[in-house]
């Protein structure tokens, strides 16, 4: 492994970024100065950034440096396509500990830059320093829309139709399963050393959790996928959202912004909610809830927008796209109708790192 202090900091990003190539008219100049020059004439600029730090928002165990590359820059893109917007250029920022080589380095390039190939994104610049806790990655994303396409969180009104993309949950039950075979990995370990074991601990070298059958939940939490093939598919069937979020945090949480910013209520059908069978069958053998996991789960990516009740046609023929409730008047507040046709309270209880 080579050493990052041999190339500096400034060998390190010469090293990581010398071919880089440019795709977007808007990138009069990339890396290699004190600022990206960036050039927009006729639409608005959007800015979003993200931070993600090892034992918070990853954990090194279980997620290998290229699919935390390719989660990271997703997860920013996703930002600007909530906005209806297009990403242009990312920003790289990293806090390196000592135990990361160059080639470690490589291989999370190579997973943002994958990302950012298959959205047609520059990455333009960032900033590269030591740290003594592990590793944090800052990423900035620069994009842009016309002013009139724009979708805000503020813009839905009463009857206004919620839609959603994709299934939810099974971002939450691949974390879940990670977390399950970290936790018996560790205890067999726990257990081997206190034997004094030396051929299990040996074995335990080479542990592989058997997956099969839950691929779909590793690849939900592992390699995300910002959804901005939805908004074409939106704009090709002439459908404008009125409201609109990329769910990082939980349906839940997404629609009380969505609420709380555009003064009104909501009601979301438990039955309409879609859950994929691999989410519901390690609901079940978690003995875990799978429509709390649907509404609070977190990390699916997935967008959540409101449209206006006479696109409800249109939307219905959309393949991947679910009308899971409608919004209402503010004094009515936010409440989940069950399957019996009960009405509960819309509870936010989705991802809080600050907790």
Known sequence: MTDISKLGEF????HLTHDLEKRNPSTLFGVGDDCAV??????????????????????????????????AAMVNLSDIFAMNGTPRQLLVSMALSKRFGVEDMEVLYRGMRRACDK???????????????????????????????????????????I???????AAYMGLQLLEREKHVYYQQVDEAKKKGDRRALEMLSHFQPDFAGKEYLLQRQLQPEARGDVLAVLREH?????????????????????CEQSHCGCRVFEKNLPIDYQTAVM????????????????????????????????????EGIRVVGH?????????????????????????????
């Open 11 to 14: 060998g390190l990003i010469r």
């Open 38 to 71: 960036l050039h927009y004439p006729d639409s608005e600029v959007l800015l979003s950034t993200d931070m993600l730090m090892e034992g918070v928002h990853f954990d090194l165990t279980y997620i290998d440096l290229e699919h935390l590359g390719y989660k």
């Open 119 to 161: 959205w047609g994104v520059d990455i333009v610049g960032g900033d590269t320093t030591s740290s003594y806790t592990g590793l944090a990655l800052s990423l900035t994303v620069v994009g842009e829309a016309k002013k009139e396409d724009i979708v805000y969180r503020h813009g839905a009104k009463d009857t206004d139709l």
């Open 163 to 169: 839609c959603v993309s994709g299934d939810l949950g």
């Open 238 to 258: 002439g459908i404008r959202p009125t409201a609109m979020m990329d769910i990082s945090d939980g349906l839940s949480s997404e629609l009380h912004h969505i």
């Open 283 to 318: 609901a079940e053998e978690l003995n875990m809830n799978v429509i709390t996991c649907a509404l609070n789960g977190g990390e699916d990516y997935e967008l959540v927008f409101t449209v206006s009740i006479g696109d409800y046609e249109k939307v219905e023929q959309l």
């Open 327 to 355: 919004i209402t008047r503010e004094e009515l507040g936010c409440r989940l109708i069950s399957t019996d046709g009960q009405e509960f309270d819309l509870l936010a209880q989705g991802w809080n790192p600050l907790k």
